[in-house]
């Protein structure tokens, strides 16, 4: 699989919109070839989008943090 060299690392401790979005843009970035996972990471940012009503509004729960971590895992 073709992957860049620098690290994504983990997803912030504390879920924000902001935080989630980051996220996924450095996933999607960092594994530029893999399909799937652009339409993973829209699916995660939708539904962050529809948890908040502001960027910074924590998120709270555990299925987003669920989503996001079998994303991750799955390209790791």
Not at 57 to 66: A, P, T, Y
Request: net charge positive; proline share 1%.
């Amino acid at each position: 699989m073709l992957k860049r060299d620098n690290d994504v690392g983990v997803a912030a401790d504390e879920l924000t919109r902001r935080s989630v979005f980051s996220y996924c843009g450095k996933l999607v970035a960092h594994f530029p070839v893999c399909g799937w996972l652009r339409i993973a990471a829209t699916y995660i940012k939708r539904k962050a989008n529809d948890a908040t009503t502001s960027w910074d509004e924590v998120i709270e729960g555990g299925k987003l943090r669920d989503l996001i971590q079998e994303t991750a895992l799955a390209v790791k």
